[in-house]
């Protein structure tokens, strides 16, 4: 049976990538730079330990390099790149021999994010929350991946980091609703401010 753990390279950011993801990123750190060239030039994928004010968690994206955007004179990086999967970080290494940055020895990341809860389903459709690019609001079974709500949420690093580390799928659920409660109250408000400002 093949060992699902496996060796990434890391850049460290407060910074959480759920699956599908994608965003800018500055590059400019000598160590970082040599990182992203390899990644670019070996077609290959890199960690993102996700760090907060305690330090390095055992929570991380893996990511791939989407295209280089730019690159000035100073080999500053301009970089896109889009999540693949969320890991559990098992070690980190701060420098790999011959590297200047450093690695993790990683594994899938163990946790059922599907929910039946229909609750969530009714503020999803109410919402017209994009889940997919290909199916919008559509949903085609009984199950909803709430990694997928959350993406489309764009929840801040440390909700997303707050969602992955809830233990029961209860919580998990709870967290959904209370995120999905909120938009609804914000687009209420924005609503009565359209309406108000109308009848000025």
Known sequence: MKSSVHRLSAFPLNLILLPG???????????YKQLITECIEDKTTFGIPYTNDKGITE???????????????????????RGK????????????????????????????????????????????????????????????NMLDIARTLMLKSEEKYKLLTLSNKFDKEQ??????RFV??????????ENNFSLN
Request: glycine share 4%.
């Open 175 to 180: 967290f959904i609703i209370n995120q999905l």
């Open 21 to 31: 993801e994608e965003i800018p990123l500055r590059i400019f750190e000598p160590r």
């Open 184 to 193: 609804e109250l914000i687009r209420l408000q924005e609503t009565k401010l």
């Open 59 to 81: 929570i991380g994206s893996e990511v791939e390099v989407v295209k280089l955007v730019g690159k000035n004179s100073n080999e500053d990086m301009v970089i896109s790149i």
């Open 85 to 144: 999967s969320l890991n559990k970080t098992i070690d980190f290494f701060p420098v790999l021999p011959d590297k200047l940055y450093g690695g993790t020895v990683s594994e899938p990341l163990a946790s059922d994010f599907t929910t039946t809860n229909p609750q969530i389903a009714v503020k999803v459709k109410t919402l017209k929350l994009n889940l997919s690019n290909e199916l919008g609001t559509f949903i085609v079974s009984d199950s909803i």
